[in-house]
């Protein structure tokens, strides 16, 4: 089995990290070059930076920013939001982003993935993909920020991104994001299941127990974490003594 990797998210918006519920009722959580430099040093496996307003906001992801984050980690950093052209991959991944991030402009010119995949290798290339749940056993996917529904099936989406070359999919519940109330096992596993790349599971991580239930009941292959790090209600050591605990094989912190 291949280690998982525990991942903190930045949500940024307005230069300060903020977390949510639902996308909704954003609290400021602090500032991303610190956050960074924390996890990093606390033993983060990556980081992923996501400039929730760009896209809304018509503007593109904060460079300056990401170059600072860049400057303080050492380990892979994935950057989204904004993201619309070949140039503004080739752009971060120039100022220090490892991997980048696309949700919206991925429903909206799919070609981006393919041309970023040929481009910059499949590694590079991360879909976002916001699911929320719309009947049994069927989710649709959102972009925007979880604002406008696609009436795209998410498991279809899915298989689709990965034949246009994306490397791993971020996979967000919207229903679950930020409640605390554990992911979305069921979307997880079918996502998981339904492709051969990595997928990291997202929204809903209320305590150890959900983060087990992800990896080995939803298949995840990587955890995405924001409030209960953020808040400090967990560390990472913690989190992955846990997960070595249960038998999880997790990579070692330097």
């Known amino acids: 089995m291949v280690a998982v990797r525990i991942i903190p998210c930045l949500d940024v918006k307005n230069g300060k990290v903020v977390k949510g519920v639902q996308f ?11 956050n960074a430099s924390y996890y990093c040093k606390e033993g983060a496996d990556e980081i992923v930076f996501l400039d929730i307003s760009a896209t809304i906001e018509g503007r593109k992801t904060m460079v300056e920013v990401v170059k600072k984050v860049a400057d303080v980690v050492f380990i892979p950093f994935t950057v989204g939001g904004g993201i619309s052209t070949i140039k503004d ?23 981006i993935i393919e041309e970023g995949a040929k481009r910059f290798g499949s590694q590079c290339i991360v879909v976002a993909i916001d699911g929320k749940k719309i009947d049994k056993d069927k ?8 604002k406008t529904p696609t ?8 298989k689709k991104v990965e034949d246009l070359g994306a490397g791993e999919i ?18 997880t596993k079918k996502v998981s299941e339904s492709v051969n790349i990595p997928v990291i599971a997202s929204g809903g991580a209320g305590k150890l127990e959900h983060l087990y239930e ?9 955890i995405l974490l ?16 846990y997960l070595k605990s249960k038998g999880i094989e997790v990579r070692k912190s330097e």
């Open 170 to 187: 971020l996979l967000t519940s919207i229903d679950r994001d930020g409640t605390q109330e554990g992911y979305d096992i069921e979307l």
């Open 226 to 241: 924001a409030s209960l790090l953020h808040f400090r209600i967990l560390t990472i050591q913690e989190i992955k003594n």
């Open 214 to 222: 992800a990896i080995v009941e939803g298949k995840a292959s990587a």
């Open 89 to 111: 991959i080739e752009d971060l991944l120039s100022n220090g982003a490892d991997k980048v991030s696309i949700n919206t402009s991925a429903v909206r010119n799919p070609k």
């Open 139 to 146: 989710w649709e996917v959102y972009i925007e920020s979880g």
């Open 24 to 34: 909704e009722n954003l609290r400021i959580a602090g500032d991303p070059v610190e």
């Open 151 to 158: 009436g795209l099936d998410v498991i279809e989406w899915a």
